[in-house]
């Protein structure tokens, strides 16, 4: 297994920027079945299979190994790579096209159900409950959008190396950005 793999091809973006997936590749960091992940994720192997062959097509994940399982050939996966880095030149073509923002969009979406059901989830009563919050609003220029997606991605690249050990207390960062719509009255 890989330590990284740097995604320049669209397709495997695609793939890769659905919240399932994600968690399906992090099960995966471990060679498992379809029915081992669907098991620890709370769904069914074929929901789950779904996935993990588009997961294998893409080149983010590979069969390892096979059983029989009551006459049945089981395939046995595991993720090519522990981290999966974007190219930043694919950020700038997702954004070019209506699809390609509506496939952002729908991934922003995902990922605003899935902080809110994790803060949801907090123990409120806790004595200490770090957290942060940071909201703002950034006005860049079209010509300068690669740069400043560029620019955001390398500062979240640092902050991940350093503080991406297996050791310490774990936190979950979600970053998001979005155009903003103009104000209606």
């Known amino acids: ?60 994940v590979e069969q390892v190994d096979q059983r029989r399982v009551r006459g049945i050939t089981e395939g046995i996966y595991q993720a090519v790579a522990r981290s999966y880095w974007l190219s930043p030149r694919l950020v700038g073509r997702i954004g070019l096209r209506r699809a390609r923002d509506e496939l952002s969009l729908g991934y922003l979406l995902d990922l605003m159900e899935e902080v809110q059901a994790d803060v949801a989830a907090l123990d409120r009563t806790a004595t200490e409950l770090p957290s942060i919050g940071v909201s703002g609003e950034i006005r860049v220029p079209g010509e300068r959008r690669q740069e400043f997606m560029h620019d955001l991605q390398t500062a979240l690249q640092e902050l991940f190396t350093r503080y991406g050990g297996a050791e310490g207390d774990a936190f979950k960062l979600a970053v998001a950005c979005y155009p903003k719509g103009t104000n209606r009255d």
Not at 8 to 37: D, G, M, N, S, Y
């Open 1 to 60: 297994m890989r330590d990284v793999l740097y995604l320049e091809q669209i397709e495997q973006a695609e793939v890769l920027l659905k919240p399932q997936r994600v968690e399906i590749l992090r099960q995966l960091a471990e060679p498992r079945t379809c029915t081992e992940v669907a098991t620890r994720l709370e769904q069914t192997p074929q929901r789950v299979y779904y996935h993990v062959k588009q997961l294998v097509a893409a080149g983010l």
